[in-house]
């Protein structure tokens, strides 16, 4: 749990810093493509969100769409268009949203054309993307550059793509932006884990701690002052003012545990409608003092007279 803990704080000082580079490259002025990105499979995680500018050409009939992507509540695609450079080499540019068909939502709607001819573009990188499927038609899953380099050839950029902020000329129909604001990582849930776990890990010793000293009271039960010990623990938990708890179960089952004072568990007083009567001792007989003795003796019990009988 320690090792969570340190975790989740290591998750937390990381997004704090990836915070700090999202913040200094979203201020920064934009930087020509070929000085950011001095080869091909160039990329530095410290450019992740970095303004770069370029002049190209779109290769439209090339462009593909990525399934699955989120803006806002709303499922889509994204659209992926090549930008071939003046030096041949290509750079993917990232143009926009666009939402699913209308009569197939497992293809995009219509998707508007870029401006014809040489385009100056403003781009920000990001990173190649893992692979989480395959290509199908002008379909992927992801914007993986490695494996598009195959559709693309040997001069694709491989080591991250762009994603537009703004072109001149203008697209007539500029597809939605999919990122309008600085983007941020969550950096309180990572530290709000790392305590969490701290706390579970502090629990696990008081348990661990807890349960050794019940089982070493348990294996020197017979020793004299361990006995001595524990007789003490009765006697000062059978002061104790009852607890709710214990109130309750009386109420409920109409006895009180005995172990509170003690007695095994399981054992208690029964309820009070089949404990036996309360013990009365009886009364004792009157006494009376004989005349010729100052000793006291008890009195005779009164006979009952009979009738005599009648004498011939």
Excluded at 55 to 80: K, M, W
Excluded at 107 to 112: F, G, Q
Excluded at 118 to 144: D, W, Y
Excluded at 174 to 188: A, H, W
Aim: charged residues 20%; glycine residues 6%.
């Amino acid at each position: 749990m320690l090792f969570l803990s340190q975790w989740q704080f290591d998750r937390g000082q990381q997004a704090e810093a990836d915070n700090r580079v999202v913040a200094a490259n979203w201020a920064a002025s934009p930087v020509p493509l070929e000085q950011a990105l001095p080869a091909l499979s160039t990329y530095d995680v410290s450019q992740n969100w970095q303004r770069v500018s370029m002049s190209g050409v779109y290769r439209t009939d090339e462009q593909l769409v990525v399934r699955n992507r989120s803006n806002g509540s709303d499922n889509g695609f994204e659209v992926v268009t090549p930008l071939q450079l003046s030096d041949g080499s290509i750079f993917l540019v990232d143009r926009g949203w666009v939402a699913p068909s209308p009569t197939d939502p497992l293809a995009p709607a219509t998707i508007p054309s870029p401006a014809a001819g040489t385009v100056s573009v403003l781009a920000q990188l990001r990173p190649s993307e893992a692979s989480n499927g395959t290509k199908s038609g002008n379909q992927v899953s992801s914007i993986t550059l490695p494996l598009l380099q195959q559709t693309f050839g040997a001069d694709l950029y491989t080591g991250a793509y762009g994603v537009l902020d703004s072109e001149t000329p203008a697209a007539e129909t500029p597809l939605q932006s999919i990122q309008t604001t600085m983007p941020t990582e969550d950096v309180g849930t990572h530290y709000s884990y790392a305590l969490q776990w701290l706390f579970f890990a502090l629990i696990g010793f008081f348990a661990l701690g807890l349960g050794m000293r019940n089982e070493h009271r348990r294996l020197n039960s017979d020793d004299p002052d361990e006995q001595l010990r524990a007789a003490e623990r009765v006697r000062k938990r059978a002061t104790k003012a009852f607890t709710d708890e214990e109130l309750e179960d009386e109420e409920i089952d109409g006895f009180l545990p005995l172990t509170r004072w003690g007695a095994p568990t399981g054992s208690a007083l029964p309820p009070p409608r089949l404990r036996a009567p309360p013990f009365t001792p009886p009364s004792l007989p009157s006494r009376r003092r004989h005349p010729s003795s100052s000793s006291t003796l008890p009195t005779s019990p009164t006979k009952t007279t009979r009738n005599p009988r009648p004498t011939c």
